[in-house]
């Protein structure tokens, strides 16, 4: 099984700041097979990218997801107001999805 | 527009078997473009993936959940159902469902908003 490792655990930032989220896997992920998620608070999660860089449609451009193998990174160019929240990235390989434990993205 | 949506019991008691249905609206379950999940989140905590199924096919479970876990698929109601037998406190938790596009490789792109299970006595 696959396990995912996000860092940081919690992230600081003011608005129009760059935020910089980290996604670590056990073992390499196929590219197509990675994916990051926003939840804010009392909501369901929302997808945000998936296949490691494509974004959803209606996303922001300011979202923006690479990586390749074992490390992913998922980018938000300048922060407004509604991004702070918690991101998740997950990855479906060999039929098990999992998830990794999540980065907060909190106001300074 | 594909439309998810949860229900069943908020409460359950510990040993018995936790039931839920996700019914899909906008959509067919039989179409091959999809497979159909459940996910929970205990209080406070992180997501946890527990299960995928495909209209036609056998399902995948979380090995951590395996042994207690029976997701299944009912085509005439255009639902799908999760069965956890033997609960407990640790079950305590949101559950959503969620459908998983080809088109976005099999990611969770559309959620139900979430129903909330607590195990108690």
């Known amino acids: 099984e696959i396990v995912l490792t996000q860092s940081p655990g919690t992230l600081s930032l003011s608005p129009g700041e760059r935020a910089t989220l980290s996604c670590r896997a056990s073992?390499?992920?196929?590219?197509?097979?990675l994916a990051w998620y926003q939840q804010k608070h009392g909501q369901a999660p929302r997808l945000l990218i998936y296949?490691?860089?494509s974004r959803v449609t209606g996303i922001p451009d300011r979202f923006s997801g690479s990586g390749s193998g074992t490390d992913f990174t998922l980018t938000i160019s300048r922060l407004e107001p509604e991004d702070f929240a918690v991101y998740y990235c997950?990855?479906?390989?060999?039929?098990?999805?999992?998830f990794g434990q999540g980065t907060k993205v909190e106001i300074k | 527009q594909l439309q998810l949506q949860e229900s069943g019991p908020g409460l359950v008691k510990p040993s018995e078997t936790l039931s839920l249905t996700c019914t899909v609206s906008?959509?067919?379950?039989?179409?091959?473009?999809?497979?159909w999940g459940w996910i929970r989140q205990p209080p406070g905590k992180g997501l946890e993936w527990i299960g995928t199924?495909?209209?036609?096919?056998?399902?995948y479970y979380s090995p951590s959940l395996k042994s207690r876990v029976t997701i299944s698929v009912d085509t005439s109601k255009n639902q799908f159902s999760l069965k956890l037998s033997s609960v407990t406190a640790a079950d305590t938790a949101v559950y959503y469902c969620?459908?998983?596009?080809?088109?976005?490789?099999?990611?969770?792109?559309?959620w139900g908003q979430g129903t909330t299970v607590t195990v108690s006595s």
């Open positions: 073992q390499s992920v196929s590219s197509n097979y």
């Open positions: 296949a490691a860089s």
């Open positions: 969620a459908s998983l596009q080809f088109y976005y490789y099999y990611a969770m792109d559309v």
């Open positions: 906008g959509g067919s379950i039989s179409s091959s473009s999809y497979f």
């Open positions: 997950q990855q479906s390989g060999s039929s098990l999805w999992t």
């Open positions: 199924i495909f209209y036609s096919g056998s399902p």
